[in-house]
């Protein structure tokens, strides 16, 4: 039975189980080597179990494979069976060995992709645990992450196979948005281990926001973290990665201060709006705010800070509208609730519109009756919509009287801000530079984990199986005092003895070692203590699949 080492552990098992659901002569030898490959997947005793009870038909023996480990004598065709599986095990467990898991971002952002496709691909913060859950599913998967956000969307993996993983990632995105594949590979990018660390702490900085420094961004990382906690996908590189990034943001904005004066997307779409309308119609132009979640009452408190003293804030509920109305002292902000929109907009010269809905809130019939606005303020009703879903739809501004803006419109604004925070920029990426090396350092040292806990549980049994002996020679009557000295002893001079090759495990930036040195020492140490962590590492990874793929019905 050929099998390429292409074969993904969850789909390697199902062909092995299949084969054994053959009575064929052939398929009873193949079964028979099939049980020996299952071994590199599962636990011996569990996996046998599992394997008799799937099959549901001919029942792979177990006793060849017992005797073989008792050195019993085999005829030449199953000694050519086990030699097959292991060149099959090993060339399978160079794929994933040769070079370690990648973390991989597949994003499409402001800067790449127009908003038409950015809101296909949305993803809303409830079904982030889903959207991992489905992510780790896939064959090359091993970690996963998602930031959505009105400027971007982007997937975070930590990859078995780079280009594998890349592959199944935009299928799974075309497939929950309907985009096709080559039009997502269009507009998206790509961004591998460093490249990917350096653009996740430029995302938290704010440096790769539509505003330079803005600040939103910052508590959207926060949020990817806070809503990973507790899901299974959200491993220990990922989660080591965007914790970091909140620290690298954090850091930025203190030490730079590139925050200072700039503006966020709400405050970009309140400026935009100021600008298409007549200066003189400033104070007098009549404001409408349809959503009263975080952008939306960044919106009123951006409105307020330019002179507006008076808006209509349409909301589901009047909790939130009371809450910003008791923070905003001195200003008129009157409720409406939901029903209220159509009529509200007829008397409204600016809507801004900043809600979770996924369905648009005004369409060309719902603003083509509209009454038209006074000349004062341009003649034009202004829809600004910073919304993704987008809440406007685009017909809108097919509408005669109608203006129609949308997130990527602020970028008339952002222009006018830039300039003034670049030298903060060019601080930032030096700051940015630093942390990403000692991430790096500390994603580095995880390689060498394996090993030194393997070490230490050699150097354990060891320690016990002496002590046992040494305190069997001293009889069974002595003191505990005694006893636990020699266990000390024993402790003492086995950390003594183990402290030196820890030492050179640890490759944290803490001092000039590399990491070539040691993963040379790494190497070094598996051989010398016949600790063979190359084959473990590849069992893991599989059985680790195998499990996702059962838990998740793929």
């Not at 203006?403 to 903060?424: G, Q």
Request: net charge neutral; aromatic share 4%; proline share 3%.
């Amino acid at each position: 039975m050929a099998v390429s080492s292409t074969f993904s552990g969850a789909k390697l098992e199902r062909l092995l189980i299949n084969s054994c659901s053959s009575p064929s002569a052939s398929s009873l030898r193949a079964c028979s080597l099939s049980h020996q490959q299952m071994k590199a997947f599962s636990k011996p005793n569990r996996g046998r179990k599992a394997l008799a009870q799937r099959t549901g038909g001919v029942r792979c023996e177990v006793a060849q494979s017992d005797a073989i480990n008792e050195g019993e004598k085999m005829d030449p065709s199953k000694a050519s069976a086990l030699s097959a599986l292991e060149q099959l095990k090993t060339s399978a467990a160079d794929r994933y060995t040769k070079e370690r898991s990648s973390i991989v971002v597949i994003g499409l952002s402001v800067h790449t992709a127009p908003v038409e496709m950015r809101e296909k691909l949305a993803i809303p913060e409830a079904e982030w645990p889903r959207a991992i859950a489905e992510l780790c599913g896939l064959n090359h998967i091993e970690e996963a992450a998602v930031l959505s956000t009105c400027n971007r969307m982007e997937i975070y993996v930590v990859a078995l196979s780079q280009h594998r993983g890349v592959k199944e990632v935009t299928e799974w995105m075309s497939k929950t948005s309907g985009i096709p594949v080559s039009e997502i590979c269009e507009h998206r990018f790509l961004l591998y281990n460093k490249d990917a660390t350096q653009h996740i702490f430029e995302v938290s900085a704010g440096l790769d926001s539509l505003v330079l420094g803005e600040g939103q961004i910052l508590a959207q990382v926060k949020q990817v973290v806070k809503v990973g906690q507790g899901v299974v996908g959200f491993g220990r590189n990922i989660s080591g990665l965007f914790k970091h990034a909140i620290t690298v943001g954090k850091r930025v904005r203190t030490e730079t201060n590139i925050a200072a004066g700039a503006v966020s997307v709400s405050s970009a779409a309140v400026e935009l709006a100021l600008m298409k309308l007549p200066e003189s119609s400033h104070a007098t132009a009549r404001m409408l705010v349809i959503g009263a979640g975080k952008m939306g009452k960044l919106v009123i408190k951006h409105l307020v800070a330019k002179g507006c003293t008076k808006m209509v804030v349409v909301n589901r509920s009047e909790e939130k509208v009371a809450a910003i109305h008791e923070e905003m002292q001195g200003v008129e902000i009157i409720y409406r609730p939901l029903t209220d929109m159509l009529a509200c907009s007829a008397e409204a010269d600016v809507v801004f519109t900043s809600t979770a809905s996924e369905t648009p809130l005004f369409l060309k019939e719902h603003v083509k009756d509209l009454p038209p606005v006074s000349s004062e303020v341009g003649g034009l009703r202004l829809f600004v919509d910073i919304s993704v879903p987008r809440n406007v739809g685009s017909c809108v501004s097919d509408v005669e009287g109608a203006c129609l803006y949308n997130v990527d419109d602020l970028k008339e604004v952002v222009a006018a801000n830039k300039e003034d925070r670049l030298r903060k920029a060019m601080e930032a990426q030096a700051i940015i530079a630093e942390e990403s090396k000692q991430f790096e350092a500390w994603r580095d040292s995880l390689e060498t984990v394996p090993t030194i806990k393997k070490l230490r549980a050699y150097a354990e049994r060891i320690r016990v199986a002496e002590l046992e002996k040494c305190l069997s020679k001293m009889g069974e009557d002595i003191p505990k005092k005694t006893r636990r000295a020699v266990d000390d002893l024993s402790r003492g001079i086995v950390n003594k003895l183990l402290h030196g090759p820890m030492q050179h495990l640890r490759c944290d930036g803490s001092d000039d070692r590399t990491l070539s040195e040691t993963l040379e020492n790494m190497h070094a140490l598996n051989r010398m203590f016949g600790l063979e962590s190359d084959i473990s590492l590849f069992e893991q990874k599989i059985r680790a699949k195998v499990e996702q793929s059962q838990k998740y019905g793929l």
